[in-house]
T-cell receptor
């Protein structure tokens, strides 16, 4: 079945550091890929998405590129802020199936 | 557009009781999914409803049930509560017709504590 594997957290970075959170997936066909973010005490918010190979999703300085050859969708940001502290979830949805498979989440803590 | 709303936001129940949680999706969204989130198990899919029909179901016991109304609002019910049911219950809605991808929009969740 479909699955998503994320790097274990927590990830602790200093403000303005470069962020990478690794995500790889297993799915049949060509899924859509997503990154969601969950701030403390809140539900999940869609951060960015990519629907086909080589697409780059971007939002709020975060980027992720759909790499079919490596089945990856790594999240990056050039300069993190304290306000980016949250839990980040990688997810996929197989084409034609109205179901989302989530990774286990990676907690990011940014310190001043 | 108003986002996904969930009521109540917080709930405290005793073992053995039953509970009903409510979710109102974004206007125009006909698919509603429910998730249980705990520190130990992470985000686990409960079930998904579309046009008042359960379309997908996760691996949870029959004590967990749900339904969807004609206005797309959804409720989930947990009977005979156990301590392990303490969790954040998240509802998500999706636009299906005409959507290029199946992204979900989440509500703030209902924090259930079972004592």
């Amino acid at each position: 079945g479909d699955s998503v594997t994320q790097m274990e957290g927590p990830v602790t970075l200093s403000e303005e550091a470069f962020l990478t959170i690794n995500c790889t997936y297993t799915a049949t066909g060509y899924p859509s890929l997503f990154w969601y973010v969950q701030y403390p005490g809140e539900g999940l918010q869609l951060l960015l998405k990519a629907t086909k190979a080589d697409d780059k999703g971007s939002n709020k300085g975060f980027e992720a590129t759909y790499r079919k050859e490596t089945t990856s969708f790594h999240l990056e940001k050039g300069s993190v802020q304290v306000s980016d502290s949250a839990v980040y979830f990688c997810a996929l949805s197989a084409k034609g199936y109205q179901k989302v498979t989530f990774g286990t989440g990676t907690k990011l803590q940014v310190i001043p | 557009k108003a986002g996904v709303t969930q009521t109540p936001r917080y709930l405290i129940k005793t073992r053995g009781q039953q509970v009903t949680l409510s979710c109102s999706p974004i206007s125009g969204h006909r698919s509603v999914s429910w998730y249980q989130q705990t520190p130990g198990q992470g985000l686990q899919f409960l079930f998904e409803y579309f046009s008042e029909t359960q379309r997908n179901k996760g691996n949870f016991p029959g004590r967990f049930s749900g339904r969807q109304f004609s206005n797309s609002r959804s409720e989930m019910n947990v009977s005979t509560l156990e301590l392990g049911d303490s969790a954040l219950y998240l509802c998500a809605s999706s636009l299906t017709e005409g959507a290029s991808s199946y992204e979900q929009y989440f509500g703030p969740g209902t924090r259930l504590t079972v004592t």
